[in-house]
């Protein structure tokens, strides 16, 4: 059966700094890569009441009824139009300079993490890009811990978190990928995720490779249980290869490899050594806990690999 790729509508939260202003940088290289599967773009600004507490410290501007009054409209309009509006025009401009249409822009007011998901389920957006970490802890929000939350939070959208490292070619951003598979329902989300990506990107997309890592700590007990570690991981990637060639994706750029030890580990030392610029991981493992929080494994890599682009599939 062929894959569904949603439309790719994105969203790019911004908080006025010098990385949120990267991840507008990034889509708009990962926009110009495209064919023709691009539907749209929208920046979203959320802003807290943080810096009513300058003012006014002693109150709590959460309050519906402190929302009304006009102390606060008339300083939240001021803090709008000095702080707000210049930041989304100046991203804006990045993105028109690209050549990058339609372009919609939201200045939202509550919990970032809330009003960002918030939106990218009312608006149907299929992909949120958003930096690593944002504004000064002195200077109010971090947009790390929202860039956390919203990784964590979202299931519908597959959330890309842009790394440190700037990428070389404008039209490339995301040349050379990697994607770690463990025969899971999420990690085939990122399987087909990136087989979409492919499609879109086409000669653009040098290689992708498949990493089964096997577990040494499951081992003997998969040996005693009469499974052959070896054989079983060319099944789960046989299964991934044979999602890329279904949708007619290059078999030249497809690469496979396979790695014994901690899992988190030997995608962390294969991100290293094979210089990837985007890294394709689902959810969740076949040993994470069926809740809501991503698994351990792909936690430590989003942590750790701090300059590579991370895409956390959806998984809707």
């Known amino acids: 059966m062929k894959i569904k790729c949603p439309k790719f509508k994105i969203l790019v939260p911004i908080d006025g700094s010098e990385h949120s202003k990267g991840a507008v ?92 998901i918030k939106i990218a389920n009312e608006g149907d957006f299929s992909i949120i890009m958003m930096a690593r970490r944002g504004l000064s802890e002195i200077m109010g929000i971090i947009l790390g811990s929202v860039t956390s939350k919203v990784v964590h939070r979202t299931l519908r959208q597959t959330v890309y978190v842009i790394g440190r490292r700037r990428f070389e070619s404008e039209r490339s951003p995301i040349s050379n990928i990697l994607v770690p598979i463990d025969g899971s329902a999420y990690s085939m989300k990122g399987v087909e995720h990136c087989a979409c990506i492919a499609q879109e990107m086409g000669e653009l997309i040098k290689s992708i490779t498949l990493l089964r890592v096997i577990n040494l700590a499951f081992y003997e007990r998969m040996i005693d249980s009469g499974v052959d570690p070896e054989s079983e991981a060319m099944k789960i990637i046989d299964l991934a290869k044979d999602t890329f060639f279904k949708e007619n994706v290059s078999k030249d750029i497809i690469r496979t490899k396979i790695r014994m030890g901690n899992p988190a580990e030997e995608i962390i030392k294969e991100n290293e050594e094979g210089n990837y610029n985007l890294i394709v991981i689902g959810r969740k493992g076949r040993t994470a806990l069926k809740d809501l929080l991503l698994g351990g494994v792909s936690s430590t890599v989003i942590s750790r690999c701090q300059d590579t682009n991370i895409a956390v599939a959806s998984f809707e």
Do not use: W
Request: net charge positive; hydrophobic share 40%.
């Open 25 to 116: 940088r990034f889509a708009a290289a990962y926009i110009n890569s495209m064919r023709k599967g691009f539907k749209g773009i929208a920046l979203v600004r959320v802003i807290t009441g943080r810096y009513m507490y300058e003012r006014v410290p002693y109150i709590d501007f959460r309050s519906e009824v402190m929302k009304k009054a006009d102390s606060y409209l008339k300083f939240k309009q001021a803090h709008i139009e000095k702080n707000v509006k210049p930041s989304l025009e100046e991203c804006e401009k990045i993105l028109i300079e690209a050549g990058i249409k339609p372009l919609e822009k939201y200045i939202l007011e509550g919990d970032p993490a809330d009003e960002i």
